[in-house]
């Protein structure tokens, strides 16, 4: 057993990671900026007119008026174009969640609901359509420059300002999601977020003494499904105030079912239910907030429908293998396992269980491995990847790293009766063939 955690846990709340993963926050909350420019345009261009009366400068106030009369129609074509594009975009992101996820796998659509600039390009072009509409009705029918009040000018320059910006933004977005229909960077995508999940846990000194007896258990109380992440901070802070220690009883990406204990306490009586609220999060799929295996989960799904006889694309199931040796060698000099996380003063006062070694190990190896006999590309990578951690690994590590290597070797034997094409299927190289 392991202990991570001599320094305090972060203090940032998983709302932020649960709000990525939705596709309407973002546009909702350009919407209000937009409605909250065009009131600050709106009073400028009253400003605007109110000082140029007051200097009784008629004839820039007719002038301007002229300028607003020959954009109107500019403004209403802007309008009107703008819910096009709007649908450009979504059949553009359809098309490319569709594709990646009948080629890799269904779990790669949180990349594209993820994606930033796939939100900032839709919410630009919703506010500019707003924008527009808005303008539209700043438009006054007088034109006599002793009269009128307002002249939309500054909210015609910005609305130009946002129709160039949402073109800027439209360019952008075709380039990012036609790379996020590549191999490479989705790869390279889901290996950069599993590899966020170990540098945010906390690692320390060992644990010196015992956990303690049990004395209380919290069931979980909701709707069923997929552990996705808890809140650390506000279980650390509970449990201190507390004074006891919590235990977290299920894995991150475990399936939980209403009256099944979530929580063990150790040394005290359990807190209150509402002094638990909101510290863990169950939904209908996994995230990768938290959960160091499923990034690992995800390279695995995408090298195992590479290798099935309907696609039979050995080159990409190289490809994940890369990125499963990648995120292993990373781990492998990491104590798993066990975290501790500890509170300001040193005391432990959660305990969250995490894979071990020889979870994530089979977890990227195991399914590839079984499928990878006949595809001498795949083994001979699958090799390479695995002497490439022996030099990595300690020896208490190593020993799941050898199972696999010997088991991979007793498939080819197996599965391949001509001893030059053995030979050839287990030669390690890190490009499988070439």
Partial sequence: MSDRGSRPPRALSPLREHLRETFWFA??????????????????????????????????????VSVAEDTKQIVVTISSAMMTFIGVVFSISLVAVQMASGQLTPRVVRIFVRSRISKLTLSVFLATFVFSLLVLSSYESETDPRRVTSVPFVQSVLTAALVGLSLLLFIAYVSSTLRLMQIGPVLDRITRDTLRVPARMPSGRPREEPLGAETAQIVHEGRAGVLRDVH??????????????????????????????????????????????YTVSVGVERTLHQDLAFGLRQLADIGLRALSAAVNDPTTAVQSLDRIVQVLAAVVRLPLGEVHHRDRKGEVRLVQDVPGWPDLVDLGFEEIRQCAADTPQVTRRLLAGIDDLMLLASPERQKPLLRHRALLVQAVERTVPDAAEREFALLPDRQGIG
């Fill in 232 to 277: 650390v901070v506000r279980l650390v802070r509970t449990a201190r105030r507390q004074g006891v220690v919590l235990r977290l009883i299920p894995r991150l990406g475990d399936f939980v079912v209403p009256g099944t204990p979530v929580l063990a306490v150790h040394g005290g009586a359990a807190p209150s239910r509402r002094s638990l609220r």
């Fill in 27 to 64: 546009p909702t909350l350009t919407l209000l900026c937009a409605i909250v420019l065009w009131f600050a345009a709106s009073e400028l261009d009253e400003q605007l007119i109110a000082l140029l009366r007051r200097e009784k400068a008629y004839d820039e106030i007719k002038d301007l």
